[in-house]
């Protein structure tokens, strides 16, 4: 099925290791975008990427890591988690032409022990 | 940089109460304003958006808002809340290339 899609839904690690949330769309919108979900702070841009290959910081870049080869994923991974890293992570995506509204996965529950 | 103001954090109405929620944003230049819906435990969803010409935009569900470029606002509006409504709703902002969201109103509609 078309659409944006995370996996995995629910993490559980410990600090200190790495960790990888997937993120992965079927539109080939050009522009891909990570947020994390806290209480009191609403969504914070993480990383965002306009193409293949082209990435950019966000507001709260600290502690992430991007990479995005091919156009439909874009992976974020934690190289060393930490307790603060303990967040709802969502994906979004849009098409380059029409900044119309971003499309966001179902996100992924992490929880850094 | 831009910034987005939702200075109601979490608001309680009754059932068939009217809804306005505020949103305030600081950018200098032209702005694409919209409101999203995170109905629990679900992902964002787009309620409404503007982009240009009539400041006063409706969007799904019986959801509208007014762009006020004076003062800085596109605060949202429902005349009759219902129970279904109860979500968290997030205000945002694209000056650039990216957007930049509010903190976020949770709304608790009681039966």
């Known amino acids: 099925d078309a659409g944006i899609t995370q996996s995995p839904r629910y993490k559980i690690t410990e600090t200190g290791r790495q960790v990888t949330l997937m993120c992965h769309q079927t539109w080939s919108h050009s522009y891909m975008f990570w947020y994390r979900q806290d209480l009191g702070h609403g969504l914070r841009l993480i990383y965002y990427?306009?193409?293949?290959?082209?990435?950019d910081k966000g507001e709260v870049p600290d502690g992430y890591v991007v990479s995005r080869s091919k156009t439909e994923n874009f992976p974020l991974t934690l190289e060393s988690a930490t307790r603060s890293q303990t967040s709802v992570y969502f994906c979004a995506s849009i098409e380059r032409t029409s900044y119309n509204e971003q499309f966001f996965g179902p996100g992924t529950r992490l929880t850094v022990l | 940089a831009q910034s987005v103001s939702q200075h109601n954090h979490h608001v309680i109405l009754s059932e068939a109460a009217s809804l306005e929620l505020g949103c305030n944003y600081s950018?200098?230049?032209?702005?694409?304003l919209f409101w999203y819906v995170q109905y629990p435990g679900q992902h964002l969803q787009l309620l409404l958006k503007?982009?240009?010409?009539?400041?006063l935009v409706k969007g799904i569900k019986g959801f509208e808002a007014e762009f006020i470029k004076s003062k800085f606002s596109f605060n949202l509006r429902k005349p009759s809340v219902q129970w279904s409504d109860t979500a968290e709703y997030f205000c945002a902002v694209k000056g650039n290339e990216k957007l930049t969201f509010g903190t976020g109103t949770r709304l608790t509609i009681i039966p």
């Open positions: 990427s306009a193409a293949a290959d082209i990435t």
């Open positions: 503007y982009f240009s010409g009539d400041p």
């Open positions: 950018y200098g230049g032209t702005v694409n």
